[in-house]
């Protein structure tokens, strides 16, 4: 074939095939839209705000402290039900007039033993079981037989789908709705160690958290025991039962090696390798920023599930839509942000969800430091440029919902501004003593402030005032140069004045160019008072000028 020929033909097919590419691409990006517009919107039938949830947790549970939960859930997909154990061992931290626990009230309780005697209780519509005994001080046993239906509320907290003609079995937990299908302390800064054994049919591929300690076939049933000896919140335990293909990788530290895999339905398995292929590296990216991987005795997997607006950082086991595994690499965000939360929310863990930016705005960060790791300064330029539009202004104790965008981006913008102000030697500091002070703990966004006043040895009282406890939602700074020659030399005067409705602290860079073969200057100034006058040591004549050049401020600037 001539080379004409062949030009004819090949133009027709290329444009096609870009086409195609152009379509697909944007019909797998208004799928992760969708999913920010979900979350962002709090998708929650129930609990739109943090002061709901509060009234979900009473006064008693904050007395015990839940040690160990041993769940035993046999899966009946096609009547869409199961059948449960739990045995809690629980400390009682302080005498308790009687025991309660969350549990919501669609489930049938058909035994509770106390210390393995049967005794009274109550399930109430508020979905609170209530045990009215006393309790001293010492450990104690309640073991709940159960069965039913799951609720399936907020996001997705327990689903029951269909692909290809088989379920898929699935739980997403947060904030509150672990306990729409076991018994518990449903409460973030309650962390306990896990036993969970998951029974379906033998074809079926059963994920939890921690490592598979063994499976068993019966006739035509498997049951898969999953051990986590980590302490884990409820929010976190994961339930993924489907026909899986396992695809096997590692992450080695060392001399740790640790298991990294894939479960993927089986028609996904080419696209996941092609998406989830550098996951090893984000692992080692995150351990030299952070601190080592925490679970790095158990493992890091990822599993695909059909809840289509995103993923869920399942400790030890991110779950993600698939929708989102594309084969195209498009969605490289979302499984760097849902990694970071191995550190962010699932070592360190919020105190209460008032916490929760502890969480989403630290590994909305992460996604920022890992993309400047790996390209340099301007791709975290531009990351942080991209995530500046949010409805609310204060981050600890959300006004609105719960999982508003003001606690992903905001919450990540004031870890961007807070590295400016103490520097990035000192803010990587602080990122890792904070890590290791509250690994396998929780931690209060006071709590994080002391860590970070510890290691600077500054006074960040005012920092985390205007921005973290109170404050606007961003900074209105009108910025105006005047100059003028004298004698030869130019004297310049910068004006800035904040017009939005509560005065600023914070560090301010100013760019001045000559227009002499580019020539140009950063300089650095400390605003501290509403209308401010700079002026700069700088004598030649100013063309144009930048303010916030690199993009460290939450701020919208206008220049005169």
């Not at 393995?116 to 209530?130: A, M, N, Q, Y």
């Not at 898969?224 to 993924?240: A, C, D, G, K």
């Not at 985390?464 to 100059?483: A, H, M, N, T």
């Amino acid at each position: 074939m001539n080379r004409k020929k062949l030009k004819f033909i090949l133009i027709p097919v290329l444009t096609i095939l870009l086409f195609t590419a152009y379509f697909i691409s944007k019909s797998l990006l208004n799928r992760y839209s969708m999913h920010k517009d979900a979350i962002y919107a709090g998708v929650n039938d129930f609990f739109h705000s943090e002061n709901d949830i509060n009234d979900y947790i009473t006064h008693n549970q904050e007395l015990i402290d839940i040690i160990h939960y041993d769940l035993d859930i046999n899966i009946f997909p096609d009547e869409k039900e199961i059948e449960g154990e739990v045995i809690i061992t629980a400390l009682a931290e302080k005498e308790a007039e009687r025991i309660r626990l969350n549990f919501y009230d669609n489930m049938t309780i058909e035994n509770l033993t106390l210390n393995s005697s049967p005794v009274e209780f109550t399930h109430e519509d508020s979905g609170l079981i209530l045990i009215p005994e006393e309790i001293p001080v010492d450990t104690f046993l309640i073991s709940i037989k159960y069965s039913g239906t799951p609720l399936n509320i907020g996001l997705s907290s327990f689903s029951f789908k269909q692909k290809n003609g088989n379920y898929v079995v699935s739980s997403l937990n947060e904030p509150t709705y672990a306990s729409t299908w076991f018994p518990c302390n449903d409460k973030p800064d309650d962390k306990a160690l896990l036993d969970i054994k998951i029974t379906n049919y033998k074809n079926y591929t059963s994920v939890s958290n921690g490592v598979l300690v063994k499976e068993i076939v019966e006739n035509d049933r498997k049951t898969s025991h999953w051990r986590s000896r980590y302490p884990t919140s409820t929010y976190l335990i994961s339930i993924n039962s489907g026909v899986y293909e396992k695809i096997s990788d590692q992450y080695i530290s060392g001399k740790d090696t640790m298991e990294v895999s894939y479960f993927v339905f089986p028609e996904d398995v080419k696209a996941a390798e092609k998406d989830f292929y550098q996951t090893p590296e984000m692992i080692e990216v995150f351990s030299k920023m952070f601190g080592e991987y925490p679970f790095i005795r158990e493992k890091y997997s990822i599993v695909e599930f059909l809840w289509q607006s995103g993923a869920m950082e399942n400790q030890t086991i991110t779950a993600i839509g698939s929708n989102f595994v594309s084969g195209y690499g498009l969605f490289k965000d979302i499984l760097i942000h849902e990694l970071a939360h191995h550190w962010w929310g699932n070592a360190v863990g919020p105190k209460s969800w008032k916490d929760i930016w502890l969480n989403e705005g630290f590994a909305t960060y992460s996604e920022a430091l890992y993309f400047e790791a790996e390209s340099g300064a301007s791709s975290l330029q531009s990351t942080m440029f991209n995530n500046m539009s949010f409805p609310d202004k204060r981050l600890y104790n959300p006004e609105g919902y719960l999982l508003s965008s003001t606690i992903y981006d905001k919450g990540a913008w004031v870890l961007h501004m807070l590295r400016r102000e103490v520097g990035s030697e000192k803010f990587f500091e602080i990122l890792r003593n904070y890590f290791e002070k509250y690994k396998y703990k929780n931690a209060s966004s006071f709590d994080f402030k002391a860590v970070c006043e510890e290691t600077t040895g500054g006074n960040l009282e005012q920092f985390f005032k205007q921005w973290v406890f109170e404050g606007e939602e961003r900074i209105e700074l009108s910025v105006e140069i005047d100059s003028e020659n004298v004698n030869g030399k130019w004297k310049h005067r910068i004006k800035v004045s904040q017009e939005q409705n509560e005065k600023f602290e914070f560090p301010l860079d100013i760019e001045l160019f000559s227009g002499k073969d580019g020539k140009s200057k950063k300089l650095s100034f400390r605003i501290n008072s509403r209308d401010t006058v700079l002026i700069p040591d700088y004598s030649d004549k100013i063309e144009d000028y930048k303010v916030d050049p690199d993009h460290w401020l939450l701020a919208e600037i206008s220049k005169e």
